[in-house]
């Protein structure tokens, strides 16, 4: 992983965390005037701390790569009671707020135009954050407390992701206002490229090929991803990658190493990865997971989602997740897209033949690119013997494509959940002890204070997924 510049964490003193509706819409505590540096310092890193965070507590567990052998009602999917994470609509719709105070400064002040692209891509990010895992979400009139409107009707999927201000129009808006100003102001507070605008314009449009892969099923998209692919404007290595460096200590370290050594010691490795790992003899087990203590030399997996009130196990008999996480978190890197992740979406683009490239050297690209972000060696022979080999020794060649990006998206767990949802892989399993119906859900639930507090706008949204269900299937993934 890179090295990069050192960041300061600023607590902004109007982003106070809140449930009530009404102050995620405009928060009442915030200056319109805040410094813009200070408030896409504070966005970019919230953000992904807190989706990282987020990810690993509970993205994990239905993506399963671990599981919780307590307090884990959510491992056992019943994901109306998040538990130590779960609940991602608050984390996504504050740094929403916040980062709309500053596209706003960006549009209206030409002094801060700089700051346009920027906003317009972490919008678009965080949205597509939401709707990805709950569906139809307030967008369109969200985030207009200030306004009178407290009350956003919910947007559906496809609008969002296709209509004018939706996402893609978003990071189209987001190129443009970048490329008006790279000969223009200075973009300060900027702790993933340091104000290098060129580099945000490959960070939106690697962001533009994973959200035109990920509706590719629902519309055309070969055409738009051909050009992005031609032109070459995204990251393409580790040094453009989006992201930041967490540190070995506070306050910017990943906030599992600050948990209790109870609470950090609830998440094994789940029977899921224990298999995908030994399948592919993959090495990077020993940097995720620890080996079980009672079993030297071994990873030890248990079934997602056991009944912890009728579980008796050793603890010592199964695998930790790894020092990286706890006690090397300098290791670990915030990161909103890689050079590894666009190479998996360009090689599943090219194995189904939506651009015209070699998908065995876009995933052969990407395996490798994936090892070394995860600052470990490749074995010589992982790309040419054995289940590593792309199309080789009867595997389908689009289940390794997405189980490589699966693996190597440990630390951004709701990614590996949301893929098997658009791809079905890699195949996960039925949980031990189900309050889903031996269902794997393929949405999140809508928080319980939206009935309370949006009940009109609720109910619509609720009508449109069979009562909130979190069997529902969102747009794109409902051919």
Not at 130 to 156: C, H, Q, R, W
Not at 253 to 268: E, V
Request: hydrophobic share 35%; net charge negative; glycine share 6%.
């Amino acid at each position: 992983m890179k090295n990069k510049i050192a960041i300061i964490f600023i607590v902004l003193f109007f982003v106070s965390c809140t449930k009530d509706f009404e102050e995620i819409n405009s928060n009442p505590n915030a200056p319109n005037n805040a410094n813009p540096s200070l408030l896409l310092r504070h966005v970019l890193w919230r953000t992904m701390e807190e989706l990282s965070y987020e990810g690993f507590v509970a993205g994990n567990l239905l993506g399963q790569y671990t599981t919780a052998i307590d307090f884990n009602l959510f491992d056992r999917h019943s994901l109306s009671e998040p538990q130590f994470g779960g609940n991602p609509w608050p984390v996504l719709y504050q740094n929403l707020r916040d980062n709309e105070l500053l596209l706003e400064q960006a549009i209206s002040e030409n002094t801060k135009s700089v700051y346009e692209g920027p906003a317009r891509i972490l919008k678009a990010y965080m949205v597509a954050q939401l709707t990805d895992m709950y569906g139809d979400v307030p967008y369109s009139e969200a985030l207009k407390g200030s306004e009178g409107n407290i009350f956003p009707v919910y947007d559906n999927q496809e609008n969002i992701y296709t209509s004018e201000n939706g996402i893609l129009d978003q990071l189209d808006l987001a190129i443009v206002a970048l490329e008006n100003n790279l000969d223009g102001g200075t973009l300060e507070g900027d702790i993933i490229y340091n104000g290098d605008l060129n580099a945000w314009i490959r960070f939106a449009y690697s962001l533009k090929i994973k959200y035109l892969m990920r509706i590719s099923s629902r519309l055309n998209v070969a055409s738009e991803l051909q050009s992005i692919f031609d032109q070459g404007s995204y990251i393409q290595s580790h040094a453009q990658n989006a992201s930041f460096d967490f540190t070995a200590s506070q306050p910017n370290n990943f906030r599992m190493a600050n948990l209790r050594d109870g609470d950090f010691n609830l998440f094994i490795m789940s029977e899921t990865a224990q298999e995908i790992f030994e399948y592919y003899d993959d090495p990077r087990r020993t940097i995720f997971y620890r080996e079980a203590e009672n079993f030297a030399g071994e990873y030890k997996g248990l079934l997602n989602g056991p009944d912890a009130s009728q579980l008796s196990i050793s603890v010592a008999d199964y695998s930790l997740t790894g020092t990286i996480f706890r006690e090397q978190t300098d290791r670990l890197d915030g990161t909103y897209i890689s050079a590894w992740e666009t190479y998996f979406l360009l090689a599943e683009a090219a194995h189904k033949n939506l651009i015209n490239a070699n998908p065995t050297t876009l995933y052969e690209q990407g395996v490798a690119l994936a090892f070394e972000y995860w600052g470990i060696d490749m074995p010589s022979d992982y790309l040419t013997s054995g289940n590593g080999a792309y199309g080789q020794n009867g595997n389908d060649g689009l289940e390794q494509i997405i189980t490589q990006k699966w693996i190597a998206n440990i630390l951004n767990g709701y990614e590996g959940w949301i893929e098997f949802r658009r791809t079905g892989f890699p195949e996960l399993k039925t949980i031990s002890a189900s309050l889903n119906n031996n269902l794997i859900p393929v949405r999140m639930p809508y928080p319980t204070d939206e009935a309370a507090l949006n009940t009109t706008n609720y109910n619509t949204a609720a009508s449109n997924t069979n009562n909130n269900s979190i069997n529902a299937k969102v747009w794109w993934d409902s051919e």
